[in-house]
């Protein structure tokens, strides 16, 4: 048995710089970190062709090179990642995790990275937080087109709080060394909160993408500004500045909205007004937007207020901690069994 598994992330600033319609042409950059809820994955000897069953879609299904073709379903990442390393045989893989998918915490970056991790680990292939991150864009962004970028794979194969600087042909992690305590407290000012929804990203990253490419005007300045943020933000934390950092989140949220038209609705409005009346410095909606988990920094002391208010709306508080490990195999008894 083989058992891995890689951490979803809370990305800050710098959100749509790692899309590569931008980063390729302009550069782009984002500050995010990696949190203690994970997507497991559990490899075990079977005969015949390699078995996966998804504990989050309740699904079964036997794999085998000719199946490659059916690719429309709700398991098309494991079938992709078992194509890319030619495993078709002798394989059960069990597959869970502790976030729903489309919740906008880069679970399927998480997916794709545990599951590069284990595979690459199963057959002796290089296994560190750099190929395992690069294959699974490979296979996200190159294999199945995915309109995403690429800070989840980093995110999930590194783990940690991190600076992504992404270029054309290049990816580099700055991790933010931040004194202990002053780690904790942004741990501590930071709250999530599930809002019951779960979406799609793809349309809204198509159409950002869209955007992009067709060079319309508001999106590029809204990605610039956002862009310059990350490295801002990170000169924020770095100088222990955490009540304007929640403030500058208040000013990212304004730049994404204007980049991506699908990051809002009334209803995320209306919950992140009254998360602000209630002490909350600044926050936005996580990942592309739309739904998923409204993420929002507290002004020290008002952390059960906002957390009071919001769930009397409806909403469900998770709790959670910062996560320094990346991608990790927790045993590797495989060879053994």
Known sequence: ??????????????????????????GGAVLSTA?????????????????????DYRTFFRHSEMALSEDDDDLRLPKAVLDRFRVYEGLSIFLASEIPPGTGLGSSGAVTVALVKALATSVGQPADAPSVAEIACEVEIGQLAQ??????????AFGGLNLVEFKDGSVQVKPLDL??????????????????????SSSILSDQRAQILGDDEETLEALHEIKAQAYQAQELLQAGKLDEFGCFLDQAWEAKKR???????????????IARSAGALGGKIAGAGGGGFLMMFAEEGRQQEITSRLEGEGLFSMN??????????????????
Do not use: C, W
């Open 147 to 156: 309109p995403g970028g690429k800070q989840d794979q980093y995110a999930a």
């Open 320 to 337: 959670f901690g910062f996560e320094s490990r990346g991608a990790t195999v927790l045993l590797n008894a495989l060879a053994t069994t």
């Open 35 to 55: 949190i203690n809820k994970h997507f497991y994955v559990i490899l075990s000897h079977a005969e015949g062709a390699v078995e996966v069953f998804s504990a």
């Open 1 to 26: 048995m083989l058992i891995a598994r890689a951490p979803v992330r809370i990305s800050f600033f710098g959100g749509g710089t790692d899309l590569p319609a931008y980063y390729q042409r302009f």
């Open 259 to 273: 980049a991506s038209l699908g990051a809002t609705n009334p209803e995320i409005d209306r919950l992140y007004e």
């Open 179 to 200: 004194p202990l305590p002053l780690l904790l407290e942004l741990e501590r000012r930071v709250l999530l909160f599930f809002t019951g929804t779960a979406r799609n």
